[in-house]
């Protein structure tokens, strides 16, 4: 299960710990708009559980440099070692550009700050890097003191949306966080990029893991969870129409959602008056909602598709009762 923006922190810490409770393999941390630092919240659920991967879906790579997002996670480790699994993200406009960044080359300085990150994670000496994109200069990883000098084992994942990325993905990631609000038709599209780039790699397509953020509405009414995905689809659609475009849909059609709305953030209002531009049948494309029971069969469409696993992202409240419903069975 991942965390986006909800709920508070003291109820996820409740949650984390409960899902550790179930067998859950692993607990996401998602960083979108200015909500809420990931890492902050990554280490509260690290010093309060002691066997349930964490991992963060995702931190972008443009507002923290390579060497402290190695360092960052380094400190995780400590917490708890062996359990981080480190999202990276290319972030998206217009919250970087508001913010001053300017995304130059994003293909370019994945691969530079990728490289980077390992290099510095696996404690190699005096790191230097002269890229287009990213410098450093005779870096090491010095560690904490009394921490046990050794490379650190945290995988480095990607979550791309595009297809350059998705390709790139696969050819230097350890796994690949398949991002939501997206069609099965998408996940299938993007596990044979993935897969082309470890080909032209020589890697291992079968040691990628490649786990899909699917967004779940629940209810015992299906009708008001299917609202609640309505909603969230046609704010995302309005906000980031790269995850529209990425599943083929009208770019008219997404100009005018985020027209209607108003931009970012949207107008009072706004979200309402644009929900009526987006059909029935595209939110449950993209997203999951129902019943409990709806709701459990649905998500393993995208396994189906070739995700590795489904990390379910809550679109309700009802967050204990998802935790219960989505427990680890016997057999998966």
Known sequence: MAFLDRPDVARQLRLVQR?????????????????????????????????IRLGTSVVNSWTRGPAL?????????????????????????????????????????MREYVEVVKRL????????FEGQVVHVSDLT???????????????????????????????????????????????????DRIRAGAERAGRDFATIDCPQLVNVAMSGDGTSARESAHYLVTKYLGQQPHIGLASGLDPE????????????????????????????????????SGTPGECREGVMAWVDAGASYPIIVPLTDNYEELVEIFAPQEGQ
């Open 253 to 288: 059609l997404l100009e005018r959602i985020k027209t209607t709305m108003g931009g970012w953030p949207a107008r009072a209002g706004g979200v309402e008056d644009a929900m009526k531009l987006v059909s029935t049948d595209l939110v449950d494309r993209l997203t999951v």
């Open 19 to 51: 899902m550790e409770e179930l067998d859950y393999d692993s607990a996401w941390v998602c960083e979108t708009r200015l909500a809420r630092d990931a890492i902050s919240i990554l280490g509260a659920f690290a010093a309060t559980t002691s066997r």
């Open 121 to 128: 994670l696996a404690l190699e000496e005096g790191v230097t």
């Open 69 to 109: 997002m190695a360092m960052t996670f380094a400190t995780l480790n400590e917490l708890a070692p062996g359990r981080l699994l480190c999202g990276l993200g290319a972030y998206w406009d217009p919250l970087a550009s508001k913010q001053g960044i300017e995304r130059t080359k994003p293909l370019t300085q």
């Open 141 to 191: 990883l010095d560690l904490g003191h009394d921490a046990p000098r050794s490379p650190q084992p945290v995988p480095v994942f990607i979550g791309p949306t595009g297809p350059k990325m998705m390709e790139l993905s696969g050819e230097i990631a350890d796994g690949v966080l398949l991002n939501g609000l997206l069609s099965t038709d998408y996940t299938r599209a993007s596990i």
